[in-house]
């Protein structure tokens, strides 16, 4: 993570030691919200949850946005917005129901929010701290909750961890990724309103989707490509509007 900032950001590990108390609440948060994707997804089929949390995520997100933060939206981007949301949520949602008892909307609840928390975390540090800063402090914060959960909850899973040579190159790759796609948000939260950059966020399942055909030969139906141009519309409204 240090090595990909280092490369994007030569000046990056200057702001090491200036603690980002915004990123590090955004690791306890995104610690939290990963277990409860975790129960979720053990009591509900991945193809059921993640349309609703995720689409119900990006609204109370935009709707943050908007109260909190004072942004405004146009007419048109209001419905650049919601037609990139009805793409996505169609293009995720497969065959299956979200069971509604007590549990299973407790849970999504709880990760509609701690989701919502991060990203509007994520958008007061990209505005008040450098953004390297705020990336260096944030997976510290993650791996110091993380690991706190895991040792209270997990604790077999965490010694795990220590098998370094056994599962290095999966994560050294994710990570890579992962350091690029964060200094890419952070950069569009600095620039742009958090309900924008939220409501074109939840596109990158098309691109995925394209990752998908294009190396590991996944089928892409008529009816995928045909979302992926409507969301391309809405992004398009997004941006004249």
Partial sequence: ?????????????????????YAIAWGG???INMVLQKILVSRVETNSAYPVTS??????TILVGLTLLSESVSLIQTVGIVIILISVF?????????????NTV???VGIITSSTITKYLQKLGAITDSISQFMIWQYVGAIIFGSIIAYVFDSDKL??????????????????FTVLGSWMLLEALALGPL?????VHPAYTFVAGIVGYVLFKEKLTTKKILLAILCVLGITLLNIG
């Fill in 1 to 21: 993570m240090v090595f990909g900032l280092f490369v994007f950001n030569h000046t990056a590990l200057g702001g090491f030691f200036d603690v980002s108390w």
């Fill in 29 to 31: 948060f995104f610690a």
């Fill in 55 to 60: 689409s119900l995520g990006s609204v109370v």
């Fill in 90 to 102: 169609i293009y995720t949602r497969k065959d299956g129901s979200f069971p509604l008892d007590q």
């Fill in 106 to 108: 407790l849970l999504a």
């Fill in 159 to 176: 010694r795990e961890v220590a098998h370094i040579k056994k599962y290095w190159k999966g994560p050294m790759l994710i990570a890579g």
């Fill in 195 to 199: 309900s924008a950059v939220f409501a």
